[in-house]
């Protein structure tokens, strides 16, 4: 049984910074490209970051110089650490492997003073 889990969300001010993790069980982690994704109520769900199985990585323009995303294979998780974050950022977080049907449930963050 495939499971894909999101934690580290929460209310942080603007300027702060957050760290998500998604744990990935039941597939073979370190071949699969890991993406995350955010949605805002009443937008669409965007791509936020992506990284290959081979650790390249990509990331939306709105997000460039402020999120990192990693992974580690050996702990089956990938990573999205965000700095500086900004109010537009306020959104629900879900994690992907990419190029399956497979979704976390999502985690909330929400940036407000």
């Known amino acids: 049984q495939v499971q894909v889990v999101e934690s580290g969300g929460g209310l942080v001010q603007p300027g702060g910074s957050l760290r998500l993790s998604c744990a990935a069980s039941g597939i073979n982690f370190r071949l699969y490209d890991m993406g995350w994704y955010r949605q805002a109520p009443g937008k669409q769900r965007d791509m936020v970051t992506t990284?290959?199985?081979?650790?390249?990585?990509n990331a939306a323009d709105s997000v460039k110089g402020r999120f990192i995303i990693s992974r580690d294979n050996a702990k089956n998780t990938v990573y999205l650490q965000m700095n500086n974050l900004k109010r537009e950022d306020t959104a629900v977080y879900y994690c992907?492997?990419?190029?399956?049907?497979?979704w976390g449930q999502g985690t909330q963050v929400t940036v407000s003073s």
């Open positions: 990284i290959t199985s081979g650790g390249r990585t």
């Open positions: 992907h492997a990419i190029r399956t049907g497979y």
